[in-house]
């Protein structure tokens, strides 16, 4: 039990998938623009990440090695679609605001990277453990991010005014702000993981 | 630390320290701001106090929280600071150079490492920060000699609008009689500072020369109704094409090191401004036109470096 | 089919909507191989290259058969196997017809598979020219150019940052921004700079 645990939680932490691997920035600058959008991909990304890992670990005794990836990314793909589906039949709105990068979670670095990783080496439950740790840990990186972005972008959370007569920083909304809020945040990590 | 850049040969000693070309920028940057301030009034001069001030600040919390060499009276950061005022409306709420001070120095210079080192010049990094975070504050112009604080539109905003502009002469341009920004708008101040700067030597005339001479010809052929009809003295004496061709084009750090480099990046920057002014979305282009070209700059320096003697 | 949607594709793929910073794909690649010019220019011309030739081909995909067999819901998974495929037959090609080419860009061919810009140029091209799942006019070479501009975008920004990386090996950085964090700062920059760009029309 403390293994599984402790699988969970080195990917909130520890091995955390955007600020220590760099892995799967893409659409988290591109959602990050409102807290709700962060949400949205963290959870998409998540139920990807959780599916795909669980049925390559089932599955990872009949796949040949050599051609592992593709099948890997077949699998990661049916998942993709599945919430690109989901997406759009319950919450189109969300799905407008993401846009492309709904599909584009089949190339995102973070599932196929925990597949080709993780899951083809161990179990269901163990996979199960990871999968969920990486999902949340690139949620709440994508709630910190785009929290950030979207009070001084718009002076808002979750669409809520926060501090009055805040004048906005309208470039933290763009794609420039984006980059540089995470290359601040990427040094400050650096600098908090030299301080330990 | 092996960190010393190597050119061929001759080398030429002059003598000079950096601080003392940087000091003698700063004052060849005085008569353009004496003139913005007599032209907006006092609301000019704190917004150039408070930017000067703010880099300075800016720069000593910096390098002390990085431990550094403490260069604060080395000239640069009130370059940059005097530099960041003279591209803001003269009544812009007081914070809003604070930030950008800080922006241009913080994110423009010390975190490529300092002086000397940085890849864009600062001022504009801060300028073009600003103008994305608060447009409305950083398009908003005051009309000259006028202290009511009537909101009034660039001559090249104006021209954007598609509104006619009467009353503006050349002579008026040239003077400073326009909206604009404090320190771009008085061409006579600048040409003065400019001319200081050149007679001894501190700035080459490559890039500004090549900068202006291109914008005012790429206007001429496409800016008027048909070919070859447009109106090229306007768009050389309006917006901050002066400014930003003598003084932040210039910038030895940020611009190429060989002549035929220096070229190349003038019409680089002539080409880019003329282009965003004609059909770009913003009015003036000299800020976004200089920094896409300190971004070229490597990748110039690369392609005409200079033959090491008796190498192919 | 007429110019100025070409010219506004051109425009808005290299300048505006730059495919790294503006809309963050191949960001990956961008930060990791952007180290110095040459490999920098390889791996541009290889990504030019797939995503010019993965934009036609899906195209072909989802007009005739995706449409056809109203299977568009197949789109993402289809898209993907095919560009997995395509990229995998041309390192073959290469390895055997050009090993001189294949030394200098056939080793970062595998790297595009997994590169955000293909796909999403792909997703991208059926996002802007079909309507209603009905292909607008001309929308085949619109695809195809798109996917040219999208590698030159790419190639722009790979070139710029390269060089200015390279000088930075000279430069006193301090050491938490070092690499990667710098890296997104200068692309910060770019992006701020690009934006004089914005609203542009004829």
Known sequence: MKKLLSEFFKGIIKENPTFVLALGLCPTLAVSVSVINGIGMGVAATFVLLGSNMIIALIKNFIPARIRIPCYIVVIATFVTIAELAMKAYSPILDRALGIYVPLIVVNCIVLGRAEAYACKNSLVNSFMDGLGMGVGFTLALILISGIREFLGAGTILGHTVVKGFEPVFVMGMPSGALLLIGLLLGFFNLAKRRN | ?312 | ?202
């Open chain 3, 1 to 202: 089919m007429d110019l100025g949607q070409f010219l506004a594709i051109f425009i808005s793929a290299v300048f505006i909507y730059n495919v790294i910073l503006s809309r963050f794909l191949g960001l990956c690649s961008f930060i990791a191989i952007s180290k110095e010019t040459k490999p920098a220019l390889a791996m541009s011309l290889a990504v030019m290259f797939v995503i010019t030739m993965s934009s036609m081909l899906t195209w072909f995909i989802y007009r005739f058969l995706l449409i056809p067999f109203n299977l568009t819901y197949l789109r993402t998974i289809s898209f993907i196997l095919v560009i997995a495929t395509f990229v995998q037959l041309v390192e073959m090609v290469i390895r055997k017809i050009a090993p001189a080419m294949y030394r200098f860009f056939g080793i970062y061919l595998p790297l595009i598979t997994v590169n955000c810009a293909v796909l999403g140029v792909a997703v991208l091209n059926i996002d802007m020219f079909f309507i209603n799942g009905k292909a607008v006019q001309g929308s085949f070479y619109y695809s195809a150019f798109q996917g040219v501009c999208v590698g030159l975008g790419y190639t722009l920004a790979m070139l710029l940052m390269s060089g200015i990386r390279e000088r930075l090996e000279l430069c006193n950085v301090p050491k938490a921004m070092k690499d990667f964090p710098l890296g997104f700062v200068i692309a910060a920059i770019l992006s701020l700079s690009f934006m004089g760009f914005n609203g542009f029309k004829f």
């Open chain 2, 1 to 312: 630390m092996n960190k010393l850049i190597v050119s061929p040969a001759p080398h030429l000693y002059k003598g000079e320290s950096v601080s003392r070309i940087m000091w003698m920028v700063v004052a060849s940057l005085i008569p353009a701001g004496v003139a913005g301030i007599f032209i907006f009034g006092p609301s000019a001069l704190s917004v150039i106090i408070t930017a000067v001030i703010s880099a300075l600040a800016a720069e000593l919390i910096l390098q002390v929280a990085t431990k550094r060499k403490i260069t604060v009276f080395d000239g640069s950061a009130v370059i940059t600071g005097l530099l960041l005022a003279y591209n803001l409306p003269a009544h812009v709420p007081l914070w809003l150079p604070v930030i950008g001070s800080f922006f241009s120095i913080a994110i423009g210079k010390q975190v490529f490492g300092g002086l000397g080192q940085n890849i864009f010049n600062p001022a504009l990094v801060g300028r073009v920060f600003l103008m994305a975070s608060w447009p409305k504050y950083m398009t908003v112009f005051t009309q000259p000699l006028n202290y009511d604080a009537i909101a009034q539109a660039t001559p090249l905003a104006a021209l954007k609008e598609g509104k006619i502009i009467e009353h503006i002469t050349y002579l008026d341009l040239f003077l400073g009689k326009r909206g604009g920004c404090i320190g771009e708008v008085c061409i006579l101040a600048l040409l003065i500072g400019a001319g200081f700067l050149l007679i001894r030597g501190y700035i080459s005339w490559q890039i500004p020369f090549t900068y202006i001479i291109t914008t005012g010809v790429f206007t001429y052929i496409f800016a008027g109704k048909g070919l070859f009809a447009g109106d090229w003295l306007f768009h050389i004496l309006s917006g901050g094409l002066i400014l930003g061709a003598f003084f932040m084009a210039t910038d030895y750090v940020t611009s190429p090191l060989t002549t035929k480099g220096q070229i190349v990046f003038g019409i680089g920057c002539g080409l880019l401004t003329a282009i965003i002014r004609l059909w770009g979305g913003y009015p003036e282009g000299v800020s976004y036109a200089i920094l896409m070209m300190n971004a070229a700059t490597p990748i110039i320096d690369r392609f005409t470096k200079n033959r090491v003697y008796g190498s192919r």
